[in-house]
């Protein structure tokens, strides 16, 4: 008679495990070198068995190569459907061979569809059980797990199950079916091979960004001129600007410049206005990324696995959560007095704490399963232990945090207008007069103060200078990754959880480059290929409206089957438009892949013969290296490259060596810039050791590479 408890993630579920435990756990427990970990609570047996994230994938279940693929789909173990999930069998069979055996069952999952589901796959393929119990928890704290476990619900979360099952058959058809088309369309056409996807999500997304990339590409700048008066207030420069700070007309603007020059400024009115700014909402997984990319420069996806790590570390709430709510059963004060333990955080947490009463701030924002992130009862002991980037992130948190419960700031700003022998200048000044939660969001808390001297009507104002400026209109700005995952959020494509690693998605297939993101040349035409040959790929309202069924389904109100028919519908619709311009598709992709990946093989330029250095392979040594175009007009300019690594240029230059400075991408390693040249003194200090990640990857690459 043993529960068997199915927690999402290995230390998740060791979490969870020492959470219930009553008297410890009983030794250490391990099957195909995977931990499992049993114990004792109420005089009843338990073990709690690890997933690794998903343990089942989608999979055709017949041979056929072409498309659509609309039936025949099944779930099957990861290890079997794909090479690189091959790790997940030995967690597999520790469940198989230690949870057949249960007499109860209790999915410990995270808290969302995707956790439902990881549980309910594990129970009914690998248990046989059809039902189970369902625990549900938005930290990993003691308290909270326990709490958990003692109002669990008695049966699976169906809807949640249901919605998540939904989405993965809808990713997955979508996917397969126009990755297969583009990539048939291009092996009838082009000699070329490339292995081209799009989905459900991505081709909408891809459709925004090429939409951005025509704008910037079309912007025609428009030339204006502007006067530019700098005053000298009490020893400090402040620029006031002529009152229409666009003079489209130069004539115009020449006319106001003489009329202004050598003139006396006198200051002809004062507008001073206080205002309150309220505190910022409770993060959501959006805006903690957008923060933790303005201040550490993190993309989206590293937020996310930042977060992730925090909250398996008990530390924060669960974070894929789209809230900004705070509700009252977190415990606010349990935890500011928790977090009072940290000592930076004491005085802020002592000034909260002697509040007449705690009332957060909150946005409009609903999730019906999470509330906004926030830090827990369960601060890390030693926070100088936690990595660079997982304190800073943990400390944004916990600010933002604080600072939803204190008062607004009160702010005043002062508008000065400013006679030039009759012409009127403007400078604006904007100071805090009560810091309220900015103290409390501390570096975070980033406006600008302006601070102008108390001024009157009449006052003369001396001119240092005056400047009339030549300008022009600037090209709307590129999406960085935090802008563009808020602009899916707005536009409610694809969930909190999806977005980063879609647009990932789109680097590795080389679609888009750059943290300010570019579209590539081939990206630009898939979207074009696409918005042309199957419109309604492209359309973000078929995305949208799949988005509002599976929260539908979520709710119990719909049921899959009907949202699935109708995707099949609808799939097969667009693949019918495919198949029809097979060969436009191809042969227009076909020019654009060759393209960019020439493009994509050339470094820089030869500090020899300034030819392009190009990647090259050789086939006596069957290594990639760096070789110069100029090759047959003599030049034998040639460096080695890092094995196992792509490469973007930089389209900088090495200021030692004179090379092209090149980024170097491998595998689950931290990209690098490099200089081409292997003897370049710029390199001599990267063999000491001094880095983590030095030790195996970094350091070893480049000595293999200095040989
Ligand atoms: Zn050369
Ligand atoms: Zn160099």
């Known amino acids: ?30 099957r195909y070198g995977v931990q499992y970990w049993e114990f004792q609570r109420d005089g009843k047996e338990y073990i709690v068995v690890a997933a690794v994230g998903h343990l089942f994938n989608l999979k055709q279940t017949t041979r056929h190569q072409g498309y659509p693929v609309i039936d025949n789909i099944g779930w099957v173990p990861s290890f079997k459907a794909a090479k690189k999930s091959a790790f997940s069998e030995k967690y597999f069979r520790t469940i198989e061979d230690v949870a057949k055996n249960g007499s109860e069952y209790i999915i410990a999952c995270d808290m969302d569809t995707e956790g439902s589901l990881i549980g ?3 129970l009914r393929f690998i248990c046989g059980k059809n039902d189970g119990k369902r625990m549900l928890f938005s930290t990993l704290t003691k308290q909270d797990l326990i709490k958990s476990y003692e109002n ?8 949640n199950i249901a919605a998540g099952e939904t989405r993965h058959y809808l990713d997955w058809m979508y996917g397969i079916n126009t990755s297969r088309a583009l990539t048939l369309a291009i092996k009838k056409t082009s000699p070329r091979f490339a292995i081209l996807s799009t989905g459900r999500v991505q081709g909408p997304l891809l459709s925004i960004l090429a939409d951005k990339e025509l704008e910037i590409k079309e912007f025609i700048p428009k030339p204006y001129w502007q006067l530019q008066l700098i005053l000298l207030i009490n020893g400090n420069e402040i620029i006031a600007l002529y009152e229409e700070d666009k003079i489209w007309n130069k004539e115009n603007a020449e006319k106001i410049f003489k009329e202004c020059k050598d003139k006396s400024a006198i200051v002809d009115d004062v507008k001073k206005k206080k205002y309150t700014q309220s505190p910022p909402a409770p993060f959501n997984i959006t805006s903690l990324q957008t923060e933790a990319y303005r201040f550490f420069g993190y993309s989206p996806q590293q937020t996310l696995n930042i977060a992730q790590a925090l909250y398996t570390n008990a530390m924060i709430s669960y974070p894929r959560s789209s809230s900004q709510k705070l509700p009252p059963q977190i415990g606010y004060k349990e935890i500011l007095e928790a977090l009072l333990k940290i000592k930076k955080y004491e005085p802020l947490c002592k000034k909260l704490l002697a509040l007449p009463e705690l009332r957060p701030i909150e946005g409009k924002i609903i999730d019906m399963a999470h ?21 800073k992130l943990y400390d944004l948190i916990c600010r933002r945090f604080f600072s939803v419960f204190a008062s607004p700031a009160i702010r005043e700003s002062m508008q000065v207008l400013i006679d030039v022998n009759g012409n009127k200048f403007l400078t604006n000044g ?17 406006f600008d103060e302006i601070i102008l001297p108390d001024l009157k009507k009449g006052d003369e104002l001396s001119v240092k200078q005056l400047d009339l400026l030549s300008k022009q209109t600037a090209p709307p700005p590129r999406y960085s990754q935090a802008s563009i995952i808020k602009e899916l959020e707005k536009r409610n494509l694809g969930t909190r959880a999806t977005r980063a690693a879609i647009l990932q998605t789109l680097y590795d297939r080389n679609y888009i480059i750059d943290k300010s993101i570019s579209v590539t040349y081939l990206g630009l035409k898939i979207a074009e290929a696409i918005k042309k040959y199957v419109p309604d790929f492209a359309d973000e309202k078929l995305t949208r409206r799949f ?42 992709l076909g020019e654009a892949i060759i393209q960019t990946q020439n493009d994509k093989a050339l470094l820089g330029p030869c500090p020899k013969c300034g030819k392009d250095l190009k990647i090259l392979f050789s086939p006596k040594t069957r290594k990639f290296f760096c070789g110069c175009s100029g090759y047959k007009d003599g030049c034998k300019t040639a460096f080695p490259l890092p094995h196992n ?15 092209p400075i090149i980024m170097v991408y491998r595998k689950g390693k931290r990209p690098f810039k490099m200089c081409l040249d292997p003897l ?14 030095g030790k195996k990857g970094r350091v070893k690459q480049i000595q293999k590479v200095k040989k």
């Not at 669990?152 to 809807?159: E, F, P």
């Not at 890390?380 to 980037?389: C, R, T």
């Not at 805090?432 to 980033?446: Q, R, S």
Request: some cysteine; aromatic content about 6%.
């Open 1 to 30: 008679m043993t529960t068997i408890i199915i927690g999402e993630k290995p230390d998740a579920a060791f979490r969870i495990a020492t959470a219930l435990a009553e008297k410890g756990l009983k030794g250490k427990k391990s």
């Open 152 to 159: 669990m619900i008695q049966h699976l979360d169906w809807g």
């Open 371 to 391: 509330e906004s992130i926030h830090p827990t009862i369960e601060p890390p002991k030693n926070i100088k232990k936690l990595s660079g980037p997982a304190q």
């Open 547 to 588: 988005e509002k069924e599976l929260e539908e389904i979520m709710q119990g109100k719909i049921k899959k089957e009907k949202v699935l028919n109708k995707a099949k519908k609808a799939l097969i619709k667009i693949c019918d438009e495919f198949k029809q311009n097979e060969d436009e598709i191809g042969k227009e």
């Open 680 to 693: 370049c003194i710029e390199k001599k200090s990267w063999k000491k050791p001094d880095e983590k990640i």
């Open 430 to 446: 904007r100071r805090t007069l009560e810091k309220g939660w900015m103290e409390f969001y501390g570096p975070y808390a980033k």
């Open 120 to 122: 309910f796959n594990v």
């Open 645 to 659: 690594a792509s490469f973007q240029r930089l389209d900088k230059i090495c200021e030692k060596c004179k090379t």
